[in-house]
């Protein structure tokens, strides 16, 4: 069993920058891989951003890449996901999630654990 607790989202300006952190509860967190998901409202819950458990893979949603960057620090049980040049369409609930058998996945269905999700809100 996992727990994962989000934290870093807020309000920031268009062309600005947030850095989110999950941090995770339980053991064998360095064997999951992990991915961030955003959800805004009226809309499917949608992929953003994976890495593998060794932190050898990365994979981004093409609306970020190149902008959003994913990372992880498995001493200590925590993946961030670095945002900048936000837009306003980056608005959205971000969630992060943990897939147990390790390698990254952009299908939602392959994480089992998720957390609460963080507010991420771009002004115009």
Do not use: H
């Amino acid at each position: 069993q996992v727990e994962l607790v989000e934290s870093g989202g807020g309000l920031v300006q268009a062309g600005g920058s947030l850095r989110l952190s999950c941090a995770a509860s339980g053991p064998s967190f360095s064997g999951y891989a992990m991915g961030w998901f955003r959800q805004a409202p009226g809309k499917e819950r949608e992929f953003v951003a994976a890495v593998s458990w060794s932190s050898s893979s990365t994979y981004y949603a093409d609306s970020v890449k190149g902008r959003f960057t994913i990372s992880r620090d498995n001493a200590k049980n925590t993946v961030y996901l670095q945002m900048n040049s936000l837009k306003p369409e980056d608005t959205a609930a971000y969630y992060c999630a943990a897939n147990q058998a390790g390698y990254a996945s952009s299908r939602r269905y392959a994480y089992a654990y998720w957390g609460q999700g963080t507010q991420v809100t771009v002004s115009s």
